[in-house]
């Protein structure tokens, strides 16, 4: 039992990005606006959240700038689809593009400088309680925001009046601006807290996953967390568990490879997690007419406010 | 990963067409060309190659003109950079990871009057010289380090994809410490890339809960050397000194070290006296260097690292001398006996000691 915390430990840690960087996504999506520049948007917040690290040693004040500057970015995004009605995906993927390189330019001469990592919760009694301490008590700020924002997210989605404005934005939005709703502003504010997010994530690889700093540090998280968004047919429940289960099955497939029960190519134990939370995420949500329930049937369809 | 940017190459590609309108005149500076796989801010592989680059122009101050390109995809990507960089008056052109062996064939067939440096390959023109590095001699030093200092008996390697120089060092590794310690156990876990600071991290963490209290990886970010510091074990470094990411942890570092290979190679081309070459280098020509060992190893063992490196220096030692056994404990090197250069360069089996299956 004593190894199973450790074990956990790197779990919640390989998902925590995933999930921070899925759940602005899925806003942005339920909003009926497509943003692919969630991997730029990542790296955008990990290099600038890691200057402000280094420059000012404030762990809180560095992730507050990563998700500024990942909301900066998304600022960029959000001028030229919303405002200038580009196209979604082409915008999307010159943001990632773009996003590689200026963190590796604003990141040049911080390549190979150390920067302790977070602190992490101590609760005395509580933290040393076997196992369970130190995953419920003992992890660092930003592992328990990811988990108070991903609630917050599914009750601001489906318990709150906005919530139900930004879908219908997101399901039809000339009647919503029909009736009075003002899209275009409220796409901006689903866009910029998706870039908020995706600086979150990309400000936790930096700080806390691997407290450094190294060009094109994400390494395709930004892809794997919008894939999560589709797959897990944007229910927020389910990219939680999606976001949990690729975390989860990388790090058993490493632990795997390493106790050598049994010998399966280590090229298959690597792919294994991307095939099998598709897998997994594919049949939980197999039924079609919760796919087009749930779908947002806007999504990358460019709104022009017509009379 | 293949990485999506280019970001200098238009710059590049600018500066090299307008430095090309220039007239040549007589007394102008050697142009020295240098490509690189991935970015120089990868504090791994193309760092140290533009270190190199950096001594190259220290050395021979505005005798010569450097320049380079960085993270060039491999392939007909890397065919169009050379082209463009001999089209601009580079007269001598490294090329700095073994994808590139085919473009700079190609290249160097064209244009005969054009010196060219190929790092890791094997192929080989009048005007296209090959090198490399024999970083598992390094491996065998630290091996005589983790021998001693292992109390679990399990060494951690972080791998990246299974080629023989990644098999090299982990065999060198494993055929140097057990010599030390019999009941080491050096367990592979291969991520299937070369840069991932994530899931290399991912990697250690798990090799560490696994029990490993040394770790050596041939990855190329620190994050294993970090990781190794926050958990309290040894880690080595690779390609570059580690020793910020984990000052407690890193016992050393397996460094490249191009520099006095360029400054060769561009005298040589200087002096007129360039020649196609295959240079395999190691500890003995400072291609390969330990950096600074940690201050907390006790003395008598870093006296014994040192002899070893000493010794492969001075030829008396060689990292795969035999008796060495394969996994199923056959003999594959009797005693007294080496393996050839050819069987290093083809490497793809685990000595005995090392735990899993190859894979493939």
Do not use: C
């Amino acid at each position: 039992m004593e190894s199973l915390a450790p074990i956990v430990l790197s779990v919640i840690a390989a998902a925590t990005p995933l999930l921070f960087a899925a759940m602005g996504e899925l806003v942005v999506e339920k909003s009926g606006v497509l943003n692919l520049g969630v991997e730029g948007m990542m790296l955008g917040g990990a290099v600038v959240a890691f200057i402000v690290g280094v420059e000012t040693g404030n762990g809180m004040l560095a992730a507050a700038a990563g998700a500024a500057m990942g909301m900066a970015l998304a600022f960029l995004f959000a001028i030229m689809v919303l405002g200038l009605l580009a196209n979604q995906v082409a915008t999307g993927l010159a943001l990632t593009l773009f996003g590689i390189g200026l963190s590796a330019l604003l990141g040049r001469g911080y390549v190979g400088t150390p920067l302790p990592a977070l602190p992490k919760l101590y609760v005395p009694g509580l933290t040393d309680i076997p196992v369970l301490g130190p995953i419920f008590f003992g992890q660092d700020g930003l592992v328990y925001l990811s988990i108070v924002l991903s609630g917050a997210v599914a009750w601001f989605l489906y318990r709150s009046r906005a919530g139900l404005i930004l879908r219908s934005v997101g399901e039809n939005p000339s009647a919503a601006h029909a009736i009075g709703y003002p899209v275009i502003r409220i796409r901006l504010l689903a866009v910029l807290f998706g870039g908020a997010m995706a600086g979150l994530g990309g400000a936790f690889l930096s700080l806390s996953y691997t407290p450094m700093w190294a060009e094109a540090m994400t390494a395709g998280r930004g892809w794997i967390a919008l894939a999560l968004v589709v797959f897990a047919t944007w229910q927020p429940g389910k990219v939680l568990l999606g976001a949990y289960l690729f975390g989860g099955l990388t790090l058993a497939q490493l632990h795997l490879q390493s106790m050598g029960i049994i010998h399966i190519p280590s090229q298959f134990l690597n792919m294994t997690p991307y095939l099998a939370t598709i897998v997994v995420l594919v049949v939980i949500s197999r039924d079609a007419a919760r796919i087009r329930l749930n779908a947002p049937a806007s999504i990358g369809k460019v709104f022009h406010p017509d009379g | 990963m293949t990485k999506l940017t280019r970001r200098s190459f238009s710059a590049m590609t600018l500066a090299l067409g307008a430095s090309a309108a220039l007239p040549a005149r007589a007394a102008d500076p050697l142009k020295v060309g240098f490509i690189y796989v991935g970015p120089i801010g990868d504090h791994g592989w193309s760092y140290q190659h533009d270190q190199g680059r950096l001594a190259v122009e220290k050395a021979f101050g505005d005798k010569v003109e450097t320049s380079y390109v960085e993270s060039v995809p491999e392939g007909a990507d890397a065919e169009r950079v050379i082209t463009q960089m001999v089209r601009s008056g580079h007269k001598l052109i490294f090329t700095t990871s073994f994808g590139y062996m085919n473009p700079t064939l190609k290249v160097a067939k064209m244009f005969p009057d054009v010196m060219f440096e190929h790092a890791t390959g094997f192929m080989r023109e009048k005007n296209m010289s090959t090198y490399a590095a024999r970083f598992y001699e390094g491996r065998a030093v630290v091996g005589v380090l983790a021998g001693h200092m292992s109390k679990t008996n399990k060494v951690g390697y972080v791998a990246s994809v299974p080629i023989p120089e990644v098999f090299r060092g982990i065999n060198a590794f494993t055929v140097a410490a057990r010599r030390i310690n019999p009941a080491i156990e050096v367990t592979p876990i291969w991520i299937g890339e070369w840069y991932n600071p994530g899931k290399e991290a991912d990697a250690a963490k798990a090799l560490i809960d696994q029990g490993a209290d040394i770790l050596l990886q041939h990855t190329d970010s620190p994050a294993p050397v970090q990781t190794a510091a926050e958990r309290g074990i040894w880690a080595v470094g690779q390609a570059s000194d580690m020793e910020r990411f984990g000052p407690e942890a890193h016992m050393t570092a397996i460094v490249d070290h191009w520099d006095p290979y360029y400054i060769n190679r561009v005298q040589a081309a200087l002096d007129g006296t360039w020649e196609s070459t295959d240079t395999w280098g190691g500890l003995s020509t400072g291609m390969v260097n330990m950096s600074a060992f940690n201050k907390a190893l006790p003395e008598n063992v870093v006296a014994e690292a040192k002899a070893m490196e000493e010794a492969i220096i001075a030829g008396t030692s060689h990292p795969f001398m035999g008796p060495i056994k394969n996994q199923a404990g056959e003999v594959v090197v009797a005693e007294g006996a080496t393996l050839s250069d050819g069987d290093l360069l083809g490497m793809n089996w685990y000595v005995e000691g090392v735990n899993g299956k190859v894979p493939g």
